[in-house]
């Protein structure tokens, strides 16, 4: 149970480093407000046209009697958009890794160099067009297990109580385990670590995971925060991926006031 502790400090610890790195943590916002005008956008579209859809799809009930259609359809379009906020706060992430990559592979970088004893930061030598491919090819394939994991946990919502309770718990636990799949994967795709070798990696030290990316995907679902949480979220997954490989880490020594400082 310690490591659930050891987890949720390196999220802390993320968040302090790229306080105290400002502009790192500028440069970090910005693929994450690009990422949450999409979001918004399509999210506000849910809204507006989700009971549209759900009428649509269920024409069966277009003879049913009043309040019974109304109370099914309404229950119906509330799981719906439901459903596509926990799967906006999955991709979420991953979209946002995908668009900043540059910036958070440099914001990695500078998070090793940091800590790093000799002051050296792993670099997997491919060219951008590569880590690109990787990176996008990737996170696909952990959008889709996280899909088949959002349509099971949809179907299960039908169960009375379990469905309204335990449910949505199972949900941020699951939706924690795949951000940090693809926060830690910034640090470990330059140290040449493959998708399959990760999960490995992240499956031997759940309590770890679930420390760190429980907390981070219940946050998420606040709007707004995921963007001012990404940067920090990132550095701390890049000194967790240090743990999780054994790496030696010196402890950061606080940098002398600067330009690049942000008061809180």
């Known amino acids: 149970m310690r490591d659930l502790g050891t987890g949720f400090r390196y999220l802390l610890k993320g968040q302090r480093w790229v306080a105290r790195h400002g502009k790192q943590y500028g440069f970090g916002l910005i693929p994450g407000l690009i990422t949450l005008v999409l979001y918004a956008a399509a999210l506000v579209a849910l809204a507006l046209w989700g009971a549209d859809l759900v009428s649509w799809s269920t024409p069966f009930a277009d003879d049913w009697s009043s309040p019974w259609q109304g109370l099914f359809r309404g229950f119906l379009t509330a799981v719906l958009f439901a459903l596509g906020l926990l799967l906006s706060v999955v991709t979420f992430t991953a979209v946002t890794l995908l668009i900043g990559q540059p910036f958070y592979e440099n914001l990695s970088e500078k998070v090793d160099r940091d800590v790093s004893p000799d002051g050296t930061a792993p670099e997997s030598g491919l060219p951008l067009w590569r880590e690109l491919w990787i990176s996008g090819r990737d996170s696909l394939r952990i959008v889709l297990r996280a899909a088949v994991w959002g349509v099971l946990l949809f179907a299960l919502g039908f169960i009375p109580v379990v469905g309204q309770t335990v ?20 640090a470990l795709q ?11 990696l992240l499956r031997s030290r759940k309590t770890l995971v679930w420390g760190f990316g429980t907390p981070l995907a219940a946050a998420f679902l606040v709007p707004f925060v995921a963007v001012f949480l990404m940067p920090g979220a990132v ?29 809180w």
């Open 167 to 186: 449910v949505p718990v199972i949900g941020v636990v699951v939706t924690g385990f795949f951000l940090t799949e693809e926060l830690t994967a910034v």
């Open 190 to 200: 330059r140290r040449r670590v493959g998708l399959r070798d990760r999960l490995t």
């Open 235 to 263: 550095a701390g997954a890049t000194l967790m991926a240090r743990e999780l490989l054994g790496e030696e880490t010196q402890e950061e020594a606080a940098p002398a006031p600067d330009s690049e400082t942000v008061s």
